[in-house]
């Protein structure tokens, strides 16, 4: 077994290298991305492509990372169809509250609360809901990657039914949570360690890891606070 490592490309672009070696792919977009370092452009070797919701700053590159890899993309079924008239063959939908078993991981889905399309000519295409994933890993840890979310109730259900060790939080507030909710979320969700993502990329995303922290004062949750292009085990 490996060290788990975590590798940031800005917003809410990972790469997670698990106990077991197999490498995940989070919400991929690069090429537009002003967060990411301009050596990290294009997407790393992947073994799995996984993607929350449909807006172009969590899909952006989603089928060149798919072309490049010939990794299957985990996503609802709607984005699924969408991404599969953009060319992309391996593909496994699921939906809210499945499990699939991938890689020697169980990947499961959860809820998140945000809008989820695309906008194409002029017209906005809806492709499914926003979600998140629980993945169980070789060594029967859990991660929780929340996709974009508003702070819900059903965080406290996400954490008594995986007990997730991890979770990547957004925290960037206006279109997500921001610090003061990611905190609640990851006391609901009972983890040790939290990876905030999604802010700073543009000066509407306010909320800074430095508020999480002081949110999180006294509670003996970490905060693994990632440059762009950092990676930590």
């Known amino acids: 077994m490996q060290r788990l ?21 989070f919400d991929p977009w690069f090429t537009g991305n002003p967060s ?17 919701h449909g807006h172009a700053d969590h899909t952006g590159d989603v089928v060149l990372a798919a072309r490049e890899s010939a990794a299957p993309v985990v996503a609802i079924f709607e984005l699924c169809e969408w991404l599969g008239r953009k060319g992309v063959q391996r ?26 399309s695309t906008s194409e000519n002029g017209q906005v295409s809806y492709l499914g809901e926003a979600a998140g994933f629980v993945i169980e890993l070789e060594d029967q840890r859990c991660i929780y990657f929340a996709g974009d ?9 996400i954490g008594e039914r995986y007990h997730p060790a991890i979770a990547f939080l957004p ?20 983890v040790r360690q939290v990876v ?5 990329t543009f000066p509407a995303l306010t909320g800074e ?24 085990d």
């Open 149 to 157: 979310t508003a702070l819900f109730g059903d965080l406290k259900l």
């Open 36 to 52: 990411c370092p301009p050596a990290s452009k294009r997407p790393p070797v992947a073994d799995l492509v996984l993607v929350s």
């Open 5 to 25: 490592a975590i590798t940031w490309y800005g917003h809410s672009t990972f790469l997670v290298r698990t106990p077991g070696g197999v490498r995940l792919l």
């Open 209 to 232: 890891p430095a508020a999480l922290k002081d949110a999180l004062t006294g509670s003996g949750i970490d905060v693994l606070d990632l440059a762009p292009g950092e990676t930590a």
């Open 171 to 190: 925290i960037g507030d206006r279109f997500t949570m921001g610090p003061q909710d990611a905190a609640t979320a990851c006391r609901w969700l009972g």
């Open 196 to 200: 905030p993502m999604h802010w700073g």
């Open 91 to 116: 593909l496994e939908p699921m939906n809210i509250g499945g499990t699939v078993a991938l890689r020697g991981l169980r990947i499961s889905m959860t809820e998140a609360r945000h809008s989820s």
